[in-house]
């Protein structure tokens, strides 16, 4: 409230004078009624936005001493709560707030709900307001929990500091102060609980014919939320029996696609928020700016900017609507300081200087002040802040794809050396998002020396950074790149890279530098400018590189090698000409096939599914009472585990269809072995690799107690193998044979 009654501005004088009155009216009995502390705490805010520093305290502080007096314990928590967010929500002022408020009442149950939120532990502004929901939780107060929706307050204890609430899904259900204060939220005769809690028919015929309301309503209640969100606050519990969730909202979207309050967004984004304002208002009007310029959340004063930018019919940036844009750019730019979030930084620069501001005027206190570039104690060098590497290296893998050239052109690469030079440093750890944007400017400028020169020092120590050698490897079709470094360099480097387990965002590199090899045209312009000693060697470790590409894909970069360089199948004669003998873990191509695919499901289905069942159950509430979410955390370390126990075992198995394996005079992996058994009956056994079992066909794995008994052992040997009683039996090895085809065809896979 910036003006009076009679519309003259509140000096500070006034202000002050009427805190003064507290004490008159309080020695008065025939004074004038004191205002609602609500005014009071107006009158605050206004000394705070002005700046009148001593003059709030003193006022505030007479306040206080008049609520204590009073022993108005709920007015006293509204004003500790303001004063707690002045003081920048300093943990030893909530030991203060605490014995305020304890020599304020003698109300055991006051006391209690105050000793209940942790003062001096959490932040106090938290538990301030954690404080001000108890207050609020009285006998009949209608509240509601994620976990077990609507619920109406029944009776408190305050000796066992503890609230007992008739929940719709948990009557007579006891929750302790501290966790009531963290749960529970204060709902109004408007929220979608309290209507279906009060008129259920009424409801469940909106929910049928009026679906666009129930939204507005949920939105209402909740506030803005996803699709998916929407979904699970939906379907646990508040839609009606009968109504799917998949109609219901089919048919919301139909009623609300011409609503002007709301904005839905594409069907296939459902973790897009669905943006709905009750009273709906133009991008770029003058009731859009009013909103703009009383905005104090930091990325949506960055979203309204951005959505302001994008308009077509943009209007005319006049004298009024350049200061609300430059004050909330400078309040965006503080707030990012404040919590160090260099993603929006950078989204608000950028911002700034496609408005036309070079500078922004933004009070900063030292320590902050070194995360920008600062044109004088006051005012911040927009586009100079853009030059510090550590600034945009850690917006960078925040920020969207579609902004990065943009913000690129911004930096001046090509002409300021000492720029280039800055990102040419920590060219190591520089995502692959931001080499693809600047790394050709950076050539192209005056410090493409440094460039070059770094590269070739990455490249001689042991770890290549992923995203330069991708970089590097879709770029040999330009002369500036190639001449850094010589081809069979990046080519082998490029193979290196395939070989070890990685995680993460270099594991996605890692797949799209295999995908590169299986493209004709770029192996074929990269071993063109390879020596004929180079392309031997190059296609020697494409050869040996066993867990880099699938089998078949393999042979396919091996054939296209040798159709574009035919002497290279001389160089490999001696290696191809022996055949491949069996490792110490083998599997058919079958078996191994099979167990990629349960590797495949398992991250593709299995994984992903569990994550959504997670989320699913968080929205859920508390975690600590929540069987689902703790029955999917559970399931989650287990498939972790198969995870991991199956790359290990893939990792170490190498897979076969024995056609290769030499036939021999005794029992080797690979051989049919039949066995005479003392009653003159015949069995005949295929033993292959460790996965491999097929009862029916005799198959059994070399790994089996069967086959461990078996190898090594030559025809004419007596030798002790189980029997299904578990008990071992003396049998004749009658004859070894060679894998027939209908066996080598079963482990190829056919």
Same mark, same amino acid.
């Given at each position: @409230?910036?003006?009076?009654?009679?519309?003259?501005?509140?000096?500070?004088?006034?202000?002050?004078?009427?805190?003064?009155?507290?004490?008159?009216?309080?020695?008065?009995? $025939?004074?004038?009624?004191?205002?609602?502390?609500?005014?009071?705490?107006?009158?605050?805010?206004? *000394?705070?936005?002005?700046?009148?520093?001593?003059?709030?305290?003193?006022?505030?502080?007479?306040?206080?001493?008049?609520?204590?007096?009073?022993?108005?314990?709920?007015?006293?928590?509204?004003?500790?709560?303001?004063?707690?967010?002045? *003081?920048?929500?300093?943990?030893? #002022?909530?030991?203060?707030?605490?014995?305020?408020?304890?020599?304020?009442?003698?109300?055991?149950?006051?006391?209690?709900?105050?000793?209940?939120?942790?003062?001096?532990?959490?932040?106090?502004?938290?538990?301030?307001?954690?404080?001000?929901?108890?207050?609020? !939780?009285?006998?009949?107060?209608?509240?509601?929990?994620?976990?077990?929706? #609507?619920?109406?307050?029944?009776?408190?204890?305050?000796?066992?500091?503890?609230?007992?609430?008739?929940?719709? /899904?948990?009557?007579?259900?006891?929750?302790?102060?501290?966790?009531?204060?963290?749960?529970?939220?204060?709902?109004?005769?408007?929220?979608?609980?309290?209507?279906?809690?009060?008129?259920?028919?009424?409801?469940?015929?909106?929910? /049928?014919?009026?679906?666009?309301?129930?939204?507005? @309503?949920?939105?209402?209640?909740?506030?803005?939320?996803?699709?998916?969100?929407?979904?699970?606050?939906?379907?646990?519990?508040?839609?009606?029996?009968?109504?799917?969730?998949?109609?219901?909202?089919?048919?919301?979207?139909?009623?609300?696609?011409?609503?002007?309050?709301?904005?839905?967004?594409?069907?296939?984004?459902?973790?897009?928020?669905?943006?709905?304002?009750?009273?709906?208002?133009?991008?770029?009007?003058?009731?859009?700016?009013?909103?703009?310029?009383?905005?104090?959340?930091?990325?949506?004063?960055?979203?309204?900017?951005?959505?302001?930018?994008?308009?077509?019919? /943009?209007?005319?940036?006049?004298?009024?609507?350049?200061?609300? !844009?430059?004050?909330?750019?400078?309040?965006?730019?503080? $707030?990012?300081?404040?919590?160090?979030?260099?993603?929006?930084?950078?989204?608000?620069? @950028?911002?700034?200087?496609?408005?036309?501001?070079?500078?922004?005027?933004?009070?900063?206190?030292?320590?902050?002040?070194?995360?920008?570039?600062?044109?004088?104690?006051?005012?911040?060098?927009?586009?100079?802040? *853009?030059?510090?590497?550590?600034?945009?290296?850690?917006?960078?893998?925040?920020?969207?794809?579609?902004?990065?050239?943009?913000?690129?052109?911004?930096?001046?690469?090509?002409?300021?050396?000492?720029?280039?030079?800055?990102?040419?440093?920590?060219?190591?750890?520089?995502?692959?998002?931001?080499?693809?944007?600047?790394?050709?400017?950076?050539?192209?400028?005056?410090?493409?020396?440094?460039?070059?020169?770094?590269?070739?020092?990455?490249?001689?120590?042991?770890?290549?950074?992923?995203?330069?050698?991708?970089?590097?490897?879709?770029?040999?079709?330009?002369?500036?790149?190639?001449?850094?470094?010589?081809?069979?360099?990046?080519?082998?480097?490029?193979?290196?890279?395939?070989?070890?387990?990685?995680?993460?965002?270099?594991?996605?590199?890692?797949?799209?530098?295999?995908?590169?090899?299986?493209?004709?045209?770029?192996?074929?312009?990269?071993?063109?400018?390879?020596?004929?000693?180079?392309?031997?060697?190059?296609?020697?470790?494409?050869?040996?590189?066993?867990?880099?590409?699938?089998?078949?894909?393999?042979?396919?970069?091996?054939?296209?090698?040798?159709?574009? #360089?035919?002497?290279?199948?001389?160089?490999?004669?001696?290696?191809?000409?022996?055949?491949?003998?069996?490792?110490?873990?083998?599997?058919?191509?079958?078996?191994?096939?099979?167990?990629?695919?349960?590797?495949?499901?398992?991250?593709?289905?299995?994984?992903?599914?569990?994550?959504?069942?997670?989320?699913?159950?968080?929205?859920?509430?508390?975690? /600590?009472?929540?069987?689902?979410?703790?029955?999917?955390?559970?399931?989650?370390?287990?498939?972790?585990?198969?995870?991991?126990?199956?790359?290990?075992?893939?990792?170490?198995?190498?897979?076969?269809?024995?056609?290769?394996?030499?036939?021999?005079?005794?029992?080797?992996?690979?051989?049919?072995?039949?066995?005479?058994?003392?009653?003159?009956?015949?069995?005949?056994?295929?033993?292959?690799?460790?996965?491999?079992?097929? *009862?029916?066909?005799?198959?059994?794995?070399?790994?089996?107690?069967?086959?461990?008994?078996?190898? $090594?052992?030559?025809?004419?040997?007596?030798?002790?193998?189980?029997?299904?009683?578990?008990?071992?039996?003396?049998?004749?090895?009658?004859?070894?044979?060679?894998?027939?085809?209908?066996?080598?065809?079963?482990?190829?896979?056919?």
């Amino acid at each position: @409230m910036l003006f009076s009654e009679s519309s003259t501005p509140l000096s500070t004088e006034n202000i002050e004078r009427k805190f003064l009155c507290l004490d008159k009216n309080e020695n008065n009995a $025939g004074g004038s009624s004191i205002p609602p502390v609500e005014d009071f705490l107006s009158s605050l805010m206004i *000394l705070h936005e002005c700046k009148a520093l001593e003059s709030r305290d003193q006022c505030s502080m007479v306040l206080q001493q008049h609520l204590v007096d009073q022993c108005d314990f709920s007015s006293l928590v509204k004003l500790l709560k303001v004063r707690a967010e002045w *003081l920048g929500d300093m943990p030893i #002022y909530g030991e203060e707030c605490r014995d305020i408020l304890l020599s304020s009442t003698k109300d055991r149950m006051l006391l209690a709900k105050a000793e209940s939120v942790l003062f001096g532990k959490e932040k106090p502004v938290t538990c301030l307001k954690r404080l001000e929901l108890l207050v609020a !939780l009285v006998p009949g107060a209608i509240c509601c929990d994620k976990t077990w929706g #609507y619920g109406v307050v029944k009776k408190l204890d305050d000796f066992y500091k503890r609230i007992v609430v008739d929940f719709d /899904r948990k009557p007579d259900h006891a929750m302790a102060f501290s966790y009531a204060g963290q749960a529970l939220k204060i709902i109004d005769d408007k929220h979608i609980l309290t209507f279906r809690h009060a008129n259920p028919a009424a409801f469940d015929e909106k929910c /049928r014919k009026k679906a666009g309301e129930v939204v507005a @309503m949920a939105l209402n209640s909740y506030g803005q939320m996803s699709v998916l969100h929407l979904e699970s606050e939906m379907t646990n519990g508040i839609l009606p029996a009968g109504v799917e969730w998949k109609s219901f909202w089919t048919q919301a979207r139909a009623q609300l696609k011409n609503d002007q309050r709301f904005k839905l967004p594409p069907t296939a984004k459902k973790n897009d928020l669905i943006e709905f304002a009750e009273n709906a208002k133009v991008a770029g009007d003058s009731d859009w700016f009013a909103d703009l310029a009383a905005l104090n959340d930091v990325p949506e004063i960055i979203n309204r900017i951005f959505e302001f930018m994008l308009l077509k019919d /943009r209007p005319e940036i006049d004298d009024t609507i350049r200061e609300i !844009l430059k004050t909330r750019l400078s309040f965006s730019l503080k $707030g990012c300081a404040t919590t160090h979030n260099d993603k929006d930084k950078v989204r608000t620069i @950028m911002a700034a200087v496609s408005l036309g501001f070079k500078e922004l005027p933004v009070e900063l206190r030292s320590r902050q002040s070194d995360e920008f570039a600062m044109v004088d104690e006051n005012n911040v060098d927009l586009l100079g802040t *853009l030059t510090k590497p550590e600034i945009i290296l850690n917006a960078a893998s925040k920020m969207p794809a579609g902004l990065m050239s943009e913000l690129v052109s911004l930096i001046p690469l090509k002409d300021n050396a000492e720029v280039a030079r800055g990102f040419v440093d920590i060219l190591h750890v520089l995502p692959f998002n931001l080499i693809e944007s600047m790394a050709l400017s950076i050539l192209e400028g005056v410090a493409s020396a440094s460039f070059a020169d770094q590269v070739r020092k990455e490249f001689s120590g042991i770890d290549v950074s992923f995203a330069l050698l991708l970089w590097l490897c879709r770029n040999q079709d330009k002369e500036i790149v190639t001449s850094i470094l010589p081809a069979a360099v990046i080519g082998t480097q490029a193979l290196l890279a395939l070989e070890p387990e990685v995680m993460g965002e270099n594991l996605r590199l890692q797949h799209l530098i295999a995908a590169l090899f299986r493209d004709e045209i770029w192996l074929e312009c990269q071993t063109q400018r390879m020596t004929d000693v180079e392309r031997g060697a190059f296609f020697a470790r494409v050869r040996a590189a066993d867990g880099a590409w699938e089998p078949l894909k393999k042979r396919a970069i091996e054939k296209c090698l040798l159709k574009l #360089y035919p002497e290279l199948a001389a160089s490999g004669a001696t290696e191809s000409s022996a055949p491949a003998q069996p490792t110490q873990r083998i599997t058919s191509w079958k078996s191994l096939s099979e167990r990629k695919e349960k590797h495949r499901m398992l991250v593709e289905q299995e994984m992903p599914k569990n994550n959504q069942d997670i989320e699913a159950a968080r929205i859920l509430g508390d975690l /600590r009472e929540n069987f689902e979410y703790q029955t999917a955390k559970e399931q989650q370390r287990i498939l972790i585990s198969r995870q991991a126990e199956l790359e290990l075992e893939l990792r170490e198995m190498r897979g076969t269809d024995f056609s290769e394996v030499e036939f021999a005079d005794k029992v080797v992996v690979g051989s049919e072995v039949t066995l005479l058994h003392a009653d003159g009956h015949t069995s005949t056994f295929q033993i292959l690799g460790e996965w491999d079992s097929d *009862l029916a066909l005799g198959i059994i794995p070399s790994r089996s107690r069967m086959a461990e008994a078996l190898l $090594g052992h030559v025809a004419g040997d007596k030798v002790m193998i189980p029997s299904d009683e578990e008990e071992e039996v003396d049998v004749t090895i009658s004859s070894i044979q060679p894998l027939p085809r209908t066996i080598l065809d079963w482990a190829s896979g056919r």
